[in-house]
């Protein structure tokens, strides 16, 4: 394997449910952009929101919000559509990673199938990257996803750790993990930045922070629910600190 300069591994981290919590009574509290703030005074090194299609968290004067409020990057999700289109264009974050969204569903439940899509996908992304917005496509790791990706223009990777982080601890989990391993490899190998998430947890994120290639992790539901326990500075530095111990024994 080619030697890797090991870089600083950012951690971006997802507000969506904070905003879960406020949608769930109404109001204004708690609010999404104070703790992204929060987040970014804790250590973050960005911030991730996904506006979804029926906006049953994040709402469009949030993006708007925090935009204006946070001195990091911030990571729009969305979903391949003209609206969200539009409203990346409009809002220009640092970064748009698109995703694969069904209504019915609770979270996003697989990687966007990028193969087959390139017609569809390839006018948005040029769109995007005209604009000067960094442009991601949250995959599995796959290496014919990975190709499609690559070939499309993308400049970032997001690795989907779902089937990892619900696997049990032991052969089936270390199967997924080395899954994962030879995508954020083959993805590396492609000239794609590798990033990666999903379900990841105090548990299960130190084998994917030890892979050199990835770069950036996005992790949202987990903080938000240690948060309710020991407060989100205290989740997110606990989370840090395990994903700086993971790497320093690469």
Known sequence: MEHIKLKHLR??????????????????HPSPVAAALLAQKAGADGITAHLREDRRHIKDEDINDLKQAIDIPLNFEMAATQEMLENALRVRP???????????????????????????????????????????LFVDADEQELQAAAKL?????????????????????????????????????????????????FETVSDIAAMPEIVELNIGHFLIGASVFTGLEDAINQMRNLMDEARKRV
């Open 11 to 28: 951690l971006g981290v997802n507000i969506d449910h904070v905003a879960t919590l406020r949608n769930a009574r109404g109001g204004a």
């Open 94 to 136: 640092i970064a748009a990673c698109i995703v694969p969204e069904r209504r019915e569903e609770l979270t996003t439940e697989g990687g966007l199938a990028v193969a087959g899509q390139e017609t569809r996908l390839a006018p948005m992304i040029d769109q995007l990257k005209k604009a000067g917005i960094r442009v991601s």
């Open 153 to 201: 223009g993308a400049d970032i990777v997001e690795l989907h750790t779902g089937r990892y982080c619900d696997s049990p601890a032991g052969e089936r989990r270390q199967h997924e993990a080395r899954r994962i391993a030879h995508g954020a490899h083959f993805a590396h190998a492609l000239g794609l930045e590798v990033h990666a998430g999903h379900g990841l947890s």
